[in-house]
């Protein structure tokens, strides 16, 4: 489902509801109908991401194609959870216990997205490089007839691509674009906003990053203190909270694990999903997935778990192999093996061009929604200090 097709009869209803003059039991029926019916979207929009790839042979798990997907998912899960939680609501409702202490934590949590999401922008544009790297061999092992000079300059291509992957993301030249500042203000009061700027005037900074800046603590840092609500809270707006929380998580959780970031040592182990969640099964599903495929894959600066680059490895170290026993004119089989091997790669590389530069929009998207709903979470709280302020 597109961001920009959002159950539209489930955000208009709540715009029309809450503007009707309704008592206070049926609202609150009401509003237990449309947690519920936001959680079932959610389990929903994460059942059909955990598909098998039997279902969807060209978007396996962690492809271009699928993170493109996920990315829609957050953007519908982003406009719903907005719509529950300030669409015409009486700012005093979520200026109270336990929401007084949760909404500052959710716009904590929204910032260090914001950083995630410009690290793992950086790190498509490292991806993008290795697919440079691929075009050059592809061209050259194309080249009819293939001779010497062609297969030394598809070898040194190569080469650079497997260093791109494998190299220590923090020291490779081909990574040196995620060194540089994604951090958005720490000093926060209470409400979870500076004072001193306006309310969502986030922006990247110029300088160079923090060499301990981690991908993987901040994840962490985004789920240490998340905790799922019980008895009454469950059935308040304590659980649309939660509920968004997890998948803002979840999906730079995800994208960490899929696209170059820099230091993500341990990854698998930062993030868990309570078991007793029904809207969360097909997340927890996917987690578990993604979690044994970075258990046999992780590696200090591995370029990460997205399927194009995992292929593309596979491909440029078997090429490697035939560039070394090759001799003018080559023998048939071994050409014919390594045509077929290039043909896949070329197949790779246009994925690439087709999908890399949408995905990167999208993630520029993610960041831009969650800025401005961040702005209106914290313009309601404001609304809700100044209603609760006493007249003079």
């Known amino acids: 489902m597109k961001a920009t097709e959002t159950q539209p009869s489930f955000l208009g209803r709540i715009s029309i509801r809450r503007n009707q003059v309704m008592s206070m039991e049926g609202n609150h029926e009401q509003e237990l109908q449309d947690l519920d019916?936001?959680?079932?979207?959610?389990?929903?929009?994460?059942?059909?991401?955990?598909?098998?790839?039997?279902?969807?042979?060209?978007?396996?798990?962690?492809?271009?194609?699928?993170?493109?997907?996920?990315?829609?998912?957050?953007?519908?899960?982003?406009?719903?959870?907005?719509?529950?939680l300030i669409t015409g609501r009486d700012p005093t409702q979520i200026s109270k216990p336990p929401l007084?202490?949760?909404?500052?934590?959710?716009?904590?949590?929204?910032?260090?997205?914001?950083?995630?999401?410009?690290?793992?922008?950086?790190?498509?544009?490292?991806?993008?490089?290795?697919?440079?790297?691929?075009?050059?061999?592809?061209?050259?092992?194309?080249?009819?007839p293939m001779g010497d000079g062609q297969?030394?300059?598809?070898?040194?291509?190569?080469?650079?691509?497997?260093?791109?992957?494998?190299?220590?993301?923090?020291?490779?030249?081909?990574?040196?674009?995620?060194?540089?500042?994604?951090?958005?203000?720490?000093?926060?009061?209470?409400?979870?906003?500076?004072?001193?700027?306006?309310?969502?005037?986030?922006?990247?900074?110029?300088?160079?990053?923090?060499?301990?800046?981690?991908?993987?603590?901040?994840?962490?840092?985004?789920f240490s203190n998340l905790v799922a609500p019980r008895g009454a809270e469950s059935t308040g707006l304590a659980s649309p909270v939660y509920v968004m929380s997890v998948v803002m998580v979840f999906v730079m959780w995800a994208l960490v694990a899929a696209i170059p970031c820099q230091e993500r040592s341990g990854l698998s182990t930062h993030f868990q999903?309570?078991?007793?969640?029904?809207?969360?099964?097909?997340?927890?599903?996917?987690?578990?997935?993604?979690?044994?495929?970075?258990?046999?894959?992780?590696k200090k600066g591995s370029a990460g778990l997205l399927e194009e680059v995992q292929r593309m490895e596979k491909l440029g170290q078997s090429l490697i192999e035939f560039a070394d026993g090759f001799h003018f004119p080559g023998e048939a089989e071994k050409l014919e093996d390594a045509a077929t091997q290039v043909a896949e790669l070329a197949d790779i590389c246009m994925r690439m061009e087709e999908g890399l530069v949408p995905l990167q929009q999208q993630i520029r998207e993610v960041f831009h929604r969650v800025v401005r709903s961040r702005r209106e979470v914290v313009e309601l709280l404001e609304n809700a200090g100044a209603v609760s302020q006493p007249m003079e």
């Open 100 to 144: 007084d202490r949760l909404i500052p934590e959710f716009l904590e949590r929204a910032v260090k997205v914001l950083d995630i999401c410009n690290a793992v922008s950086s790190g498509v544009d490292s991806v993008r490089q290795c697919q440079k790297f691929a075009e050059i061999a592809v061209s050259a092992l194309e080249t009819k």
């Open 273 to 298: 999903i309570p078991r007793q969640l029904t809207w969360a099964q097909s997340m927890i599903g996917l987690l578990e997935k993604i979690g044994e495929e970075w258990k046999k894959k992780e």
């Open 37 to 84: 019916l936001f959680q079932k979207h959610v389990s929903d929009r994460f059942a059909a991401l955990l598909s098998s790839p039997e279902d969807l042979p060209h978007e396996p798990l962690l492809s271009i194609s699928w993170l493109r997907k996920l990315m829609d998912v957050f953007l519908c899960c982003e406009a719903e959870f907005k719509a529950v």
């Open 151 to 222: 297969v030394k300059r598809a070898r040194k291509a190569l080469t650079s691509l497997l260093s791109a992957i494998t190299s220590d993301d923090r020291d490779n030249n081909h990574f040196k674009s995620t060194e540089r500042a994604w951090s958005f203000g720490r000093r926060v009061n209470q409400g979870g906003f500076r004072k001193d700027k306006p309310a969502g005037s986030f922006r990247s900074l110029s300088m160079v990053v923090a060499k301990n800046w981690s991908a993987a603590k901040q994840i962490q840092s985004m």
